[in-house]
């Protein structure tokens, strides 16, 4: 499982841990991934994803997850994600 929001797209980055004595070596810095349950209101069901705290947060903003898909780049979504929207964009149509 990759360690990769599946709604943003935001994944691990490196740096370097700086010591006292000015020594730098590599590390990374982890996004901060939850297993989450967001409900859809055009689908009447749950999906499960794996996203960041921050894109959480971000989909509560702009008022759930159907109105966050609609406004997401298909570029930045996983397969998953990416299947959901498809599915939402397809119930909304009928």
Known sequence: ???RCELT???PMTGNN???ANNKTRRRFLPNLNEV???SETLGRGVKLR???AALRT???R???DAFLAKAKDNELSGNALKVKK???KALEV
């Open 1 to 3: 499982m990759s360690r």
């Open 9 to 11: 797209g935001k994944g």
């Open 18 to 20: 700086v010591s006292h």
């Open 37 to 39: 349950t967001l409900q």
């Open 51 to 53: 996203i960041s705290a």
């Open 59 to 61: 989909v509560d903003h």
């Open 63 to 65: 008022g759930g997850l």
């Open 87 to 89: 599915e939402i964009a």
